[in-house]
């Protein structure tokens, strides 16, 4: 069988830790070249990684690789570029998380990829951790009843990323919100089915990144941190439920971090990470599904599948569509932060 042809488009941290080693398990794909903007780091990606071929021009790479794949791994800002150019040429798209800086420029991805019959996934890699499905399965059968109240947290005390471009808004379009409080929106929004999004009113702070200078993450300049530290959001949705977000980089909570979603239903409650599933009778906790472990394997999981439809084959992704609601969401967030007000969707 030939090799479809994958090409990575921004040789950085997740590229390496994640999209290459992926790609190289799978017989069927063969990483062919990466596009960087500095000719000596991205030199030096390709050689680290054994691929055959790097470029700084685009036009170039894809004129001469005529690739199957890519996967978009730049920083937030030039997602949707890179992305509209790998469809035009012709290429299903593995596209990392934030989908894009503003809903348009997701809607636009969307369309893009809708009208050339090409796969756009992201790589919204919790909602595909065996702890998701089971809690989605186990709340579409109706354990929980009717779920009228889900938290969402994505909560780091003190995780101000020290590399890349995390600080910079104009590059990420902001801070803990649409770096991790994404990826756990992504999940509970999946367990729940995607409802309809009614109203969003958020508060955000910027109290601690322009005052220190290093946490566990590494160290920041506090004159050029741009982005909030925290962020707090209520989603009203159709159907009357609602669901409260909380992220932040650095927070005087108690823990390290908290990376979980909590959905309460009238007939129980769950938890996703490990996943659990509880009610109470007479006043007495009581556990009715255990995991003792969060499934570690999600990342393989989100790849595998978008590599199954690249060949073909039905398998679960974070679509286009979906992407443009998680964005719009993010976006309506922002803009009730800013302004103080509820933002109606
Ligand atoms: N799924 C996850 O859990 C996860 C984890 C980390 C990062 N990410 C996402 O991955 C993306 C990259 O993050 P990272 O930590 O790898 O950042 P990084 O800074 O390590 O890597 C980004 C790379 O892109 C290159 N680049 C910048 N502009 C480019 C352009 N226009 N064309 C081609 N290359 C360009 C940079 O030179 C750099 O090598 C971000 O969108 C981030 O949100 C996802």
Redesign the pocket.
């Known amino acids: 069988m030939e090799k479809k042809k994958a090409v990575i488009?921004?040789?950085?941290?997740?590229?390496?830790?994640?999209h290459v080693p992926h790609y190289r398990e799978q017989k069927a794909i063969e990483v062919v070249a990466v596009?960087?903007?500095?000719a000596e780091?991205?030199q030096a990606?390709a050689e680290r990684n054994a691929i055959p071929r790097f470029y700084t021009d685009?036009d170039e790479m894809y004129a001469v690789e005529n690739p199957d794949i890519a996967s978009v791994?730049?920083?937030?800002s030039?997602?949707y570029?890179?992305v509209m150019k790998a469809l035009e040429n012709g290429c299903h798209v593995l596209c990392?998380?934030?989908p894009a800086i503003s809903a348009d420029e997701a809607w636009k991805m969307h369309q893009a990829a809708k009208a050339r019959s090409l796969v756009l996934a992201y790589?919204?890699?919790n909602r595909f951790a065996e702890d998701v499905k089971i809690i989605r399965e186990k709340a579409a059968a109706g354990l929980l009843g009717d779920i009228y109240v889900t938290k969402v947290q994505a909560l780091r005390r003190s995780g101000i990323?020290g590399?890349?471009?995390?600080t910079n808004k104009e590059l990420?379009g902001g801070g803990p919100l649409i770096?991790i409080g994404v990826?756990m929106l992504d999940a509970a929004m999946y367990v729940l089915g995607f409802p309809a999004v009614k109203r969003v009113t958020a508060k955000q702070f910027q109290k601690i990144g322009t005052q220190k200078s290093s946490g566990s993450f590494g160290e920041w300049d506090p004159q050029k941190y741009e982005v909030e530290d925290s962020l707090f959001g209520f989603i009203e949705l159709e159907g009357g439920g609602l669901l409260q977000i909380e992220t932040s980089f650095a927070l005087h909570i108690k823990e390290d971090s908290i990376m979980n979603a909590a959905f309460m239903g009238d007939q129980a409650g769950a938890t996703l990470f490990p996943a659990h599933i509880h009610t109470d009778r007479d006043g007495k906790l009581v556990t009715l599904y255990q995991k003792n472990q969060a499934d570690p394997e999600c990342?393989r999981k989100s790849m595998a599948a978008f590599i199954d439809n690249c060949l073909g084959k039905e398998a679960m992704i974070a679509d286009g569509e979906q992407g443009f609601l998680i964005q719009q969401i993010v976006e309506a967030l922002y803009r009730s932060a800013e302004k103080g007000e509820s933002v109606s969707l």
Do not use: M, S
Request: hydrophobic fraction near 35%.
């Open positions: 488009i921004g040789g950085g941290n997740i590229a390496e830790a994640v596009l960087g903007r500095n780091r991205v990606f685009a791994c730049t920083p937030n030039f997602h570029a890179a990392e998380k934030p790589n919204f890699h990323p590399w890349g471009y995390f990420q770096d990826h990342q």
